[in-house]
């Protein structure tokens, strides 16, 4: 298999099953073509269609060996800026301890004392690590610096290497603003909100017990909107609280998490553009109960699958895990699964050009050392990717 192409110019071919998640190209919803090869030209996917069968173009080639060829996964929740982990904290999770969102700020304080270089490393290895594992789209918050300066240097460590940034400065009231946390806001949704906005593409609230209540996210999440942040929200994590119903209202692109909901929860999101993001990894790290996607699939809601890559609840970049444990656990079919985590990212994102490999998509694509997507659920924990371009360019 060639190696690298320089100019973003590959012809993929020979490829035994590719989902292209465009009905219109291929079979069914993941419109899926059999013997079929793809051809991207400087970064953009120009044709698919039948192996052998492509146009000319001086394209470097990459024969697929009769394997699975997908999107990329498109991750549309993660926390990568931070320093530390907290492995004893989920060991004693696993002998029985609950997760609380007060375990952030032992992650704040490790953050706050890192340097940049400390911060920007992890952030790299992390986007690395997904790489490795079939992400090409990855989205990263703040929420652990929550002072002026460390949210803002969070999002602008981050921007160079990731594709969406998040400002989540209400992620827990910090413990300085203990006794203030009406201070707090007020800092989050003003002199904060404008030393991270240039830096941020969408701002998020931790709504949920522990952390901030509806009106507190409405404020901040307004005060966002104001400043041309795109809104997205944590909800429903803990408890069946009002953060989904305040995604619908404000028009957020996402409600994140969506663990419990109630059948008013589940009807707003139905009669919404709002996509319900399910965050498997959370539940698994912190021995949860894990959300219903048959139930919000049923309804006709979107559903998107991400990592929630983070030290406290879910150390994981791997969104092959997150498939086989949402095939598993909460009722998706190896299908769904697989196009929650590719294009159902992409609509957390209000993102149309990736997440699918119609014409006119980001060259975004990785091979399966597999014949089938359903291997991903079906040879769970087994590192499957066996190659990944961005844009047309080898990137794992
Ligand atoms: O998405 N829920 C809030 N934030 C993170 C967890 C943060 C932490 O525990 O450090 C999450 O799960
Ligand atoms: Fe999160």
């Known amino acids: 298999m060639a190696d690298v192409t320089a100019s973003g110019t590959v012809l993929v071919d020979n490829i035994g099953e590719l989902v292209t998640n465009d009905p219109s190209t291929g079979e069914g919803p993941l419109g899926i073509v059999r013997d079929a090869a793809v051809l991207v030209v400087d970064g953009v996917v120009t044709w698919v269609g039948a192996r052998g069968a492509a146009p000319d173009a001086d394209a470097a080639v990459v024969d697929a060996g009769g394997r699975a060829v997908l999107p990329g996964f498109v991750d549309s929740h993660g926390h ?12 004693a999770r696993m002998s029985g ?6 375990g952030i700020a032992s992650t704040v304080r490790a953050t706050r004392a890192a340097s940049d270089a400390e911060l920007e490393a992890n952030v790299v290895r992390l986007v690395a690590e997904a790489r490795r594992q079939g992400t090409t789209t990855v989205e990263c918050k703040s929420g652990y610096g929550l002072s002026v300066a460390d949210e803002a240097r969070s999002l602008v ?5 990731v594709d969406e940034t998040t400002y989540l400065g209400a992620h827990v009231v910090p413990a300085e603003y203990a006794d203030r946390r009406d201070e707090y806001v007020a800092l989050v949704a003003g002199e904060m909100l404008d030393a991270c906005a240039p830096h941020a593409g969408w701002v998020d609230v931790f709504c949920d017990r ?4 509806v009106d507190e996210a409405r404020e901040v999440l307004a005060a966002g909107i104001s400043r041309g942040l795109r ?8 408890e069946a609280g009002g953060g989904v119903r305040l995604a619908v209202e404000l028009g957020a692109a996402s409600a994140d998490h969506c663990t419990h909901l109630s059948d008013a929860d589940v009807d ?16 698994f790290s912190t021995r949860s109960p894990y959300p219903d996607a048959r139930r919000l699939l049923d309804a006709g809601i979107t559903v998107a699958l991400a990592a929630d890559c983070n030290p406290g609840s879910s150390y994981t970049t791997s969104i092959p895990f997150c498939i086989a444990v949402a095939v598993r656990e909460m009722r998706m079919t190896p299908s769904e699964a ?3 985590a590719t294009l159902g990212g992409a609509r957390a994102l209000r993102r149309d050009d990736v997440g699918h490999l119609g014409v006119g998509a980001r060259g975004d694509l990785l091979v399966l050392d597999a014949p089938s997507h359903l291997h991903l659920a079906y040879r769970p924990g087994v590192p499957l990717v066996s190659a990944v371009y961005r844009r047309g360019l080898r990137a794992a």
Not at 157 to 161: F, G, I, L
Not at 210 to 213: P, W
Not at 272 to 277: P, R
Request: no cysteine; aromatic share 10%.
């Open 268 to 283: 707003a999101l139905a009669g919404s553009g709002t996509v319900a993001t399910l965050l498997p990894g959370a539940e």
């Open 210 to 213: 522990g952390a901030f209540d």
């Open 80 to 91: 990568l800026a931070f320093a530390g982990d907290r492995a004893e904290e989920f060991a």
């Open 231 to 238: 809104p997205r929200i944590h909800a429903n994590q803990l």
């Open 97 to 102: 301890q609950p997760y609380t969102a007060g």
């Open 157 to 161: 460590v981050a921007s160079s290497h």
């Open 338 to 340: 697989v196009w929650s």
